[in-house]
């Protein structure tokens, strides 16, 4: 049964990463916005940094600074859950600092669910060890996002090689990414039947970045790429065994709820920011005023614990199994208008001040947007939510 209390132990691990994230990661916040990359310094920050792996990984490797599988247990289970609430927290001083952690995207968990035992002790275990620092999944093509079974980049079968062509865009760390797990089509025409994931390595002979990075109104310290293969060769070991849809997708039922995470530790500190702001310029404010928007601080703090409930209750069923799609799609659907409206909330009640560069308020606003965007929108959630609940309507019938 889910419980919503934590273990003093996980209580003292995350007032740690309070500590790191207020310390270390916001003060460098405006940096990495404006110069569009992680600050210079990022290597230091992150050595001071209370875990090792980046909690997008913690199912897998665990928070790494701690072997004792006593104390993982107290850490409630040192898997999905922790690390939700692990990512929770240091998104509360800003979103860079995890970035730069070992473990951290999305290329690393598409091998551990679609490749082989020796693709995953290379590829994906090796990112935990350090061999590569960044990964990328591709997936998104000009005319399609999350329909995949509307890829056009091809595969094709040559004696003992596959040649790769096509483009990607929007690629998380596709510029400097040590490898790629890239989707092609090898039976054009056939849908998601012909569906396949293959390793392209940084070295590879026929990978161009046409794009190094997307000018965005969000998240600005990471590049998304736009990337295209001219005639790539790779081996059969180079593709990934799985051509199970279910598995595909069962990468972003892992990560939508981290999407969450991230959003909930930005609207927290923004929320916390603009209350502590107006606290200390309330003579501007009328008693009146002022009680208004005490309430109005109180709803919103409610609304975010349903929002951790829910991101809670993800981590739980992702440790007693496999991650829910539909629940996935409720969380990520649900959690990120609520987010959105708190930040721009928080925003209101500083007044003009919170567009000033001397706070972070409108820079969090943006990033909060970008998670909206993000691992499918809105109105894809509504639609995966609405096939997963009338299907299993339709199976109990």
């Known amino acids: 049964m889910l ?9 003292q691990l995350l007032g740690d990463i309070h500590d790191w994230t207020m310390a270390e990661v916001r003060p460098r916040a405006r940096e990495a916005d404006e110069t569009r990359a992680f600050p210079a310094d990022t290597d230091a920050v992150l050595a001071k940094c209370p875990v090792r792996h980046s909690p997008l990984d913690f199912r897998y490797s665990g928070p790494g600074h701690t072997d004792d599988p006593d104390l993982l247990k107290k850490l409630e289970g040192g898997g999905a859950l922790l690390g939700l609430l692990v990512m929770e927290e240091m998104c509360y001083g800003d979103g860079w600092g995890w970035q730069g952690l070992p473990g951290n995207n999305l290329g690393e968990r598409a091998v551990r669910l679609l490749g082989s035992p020796e693709q995953i002790e290379r590829w994906a275990d090796g990112t935990v060890r350090g061999e590569y620092k960044f990964t990328s999944i591709c997936m998104t093509e000009d005319h399609c996002g999350s329909d995949l079974s509307q890829i056009k980049t091809t595969a094709v079968r040559d004696g003992d090689s596959w040649v790769l062509n096509g483009q990607k865009r929007f690629i998380s760390h596709g510029s400097t990414s040590d490898y790629l797990v890239v989707f092609a089509q090898t039976e054009p025409g056939s849908g998601l039947k012909g569906l396949r994931a293959f390793i392209v390595e940084r070295k ?27 005639d790539l060769r790779l081996g059969e070991d180079r593709r990934l065994p799985s051509n199970n849809f279910g598995q595909i997708m069962a990468i972003m ?34 008693s009146r005023r002022l009680d208004r928007l005490t309430d109005d601080v109180a709803e919103m703090r409610h609304s ?16 007693h199994g496999e ?32 567009s000033s560069q001397g706070h972070l308020m409108e820079k969090w606003y943006r990033d909060i947007k970008f998670l909206d965007i993000v691992e499918g929108t ?18 109990s019938a």
């Open 304 to 319: 975010l614990d349903k929002v951790r409930s829910l991101v809670m209750r993800a981590g739980w069923i992702h440790d």
């Open 3 to 11: 419980s919503t209390q934590v273990s003093p132990e996980t209580r």
């Open 378 to 395: 809105g109105q894809i959630h509504r639609i995966g939510v609405a096939r997963g609940l009338i299907s299993k309507a339709a199976a």
């Open 204 to 230: 590879d002979e026929g990978l161009h970045t046409i794009k190094f990075s997307e000018d965005k109104m969000g998240q600005r310290w990471y590049p998304q790429a736009t990337i295209e293969f001219h």
């Open 253 to 286: 039922n892992g990560t939508r709820p981290h999407c969450v995470a991230q959003g909930l530790g930005i609207a927290r500190g923004s929320l916390d920011y603009a209350w502590n702001w107006v606290q200390e310029h309330d003579k501007g404010y009328n």
């Open 323 to 354: 991650a829910d799609a539909t629940f996935a799609h409720i969380t990520k659907g649900y959690a990120l208008p609520i987010l959105e409206a708190v930040t721009f909330r928080a925003m209101q009640m500083m007044g003009p001040e919170a």
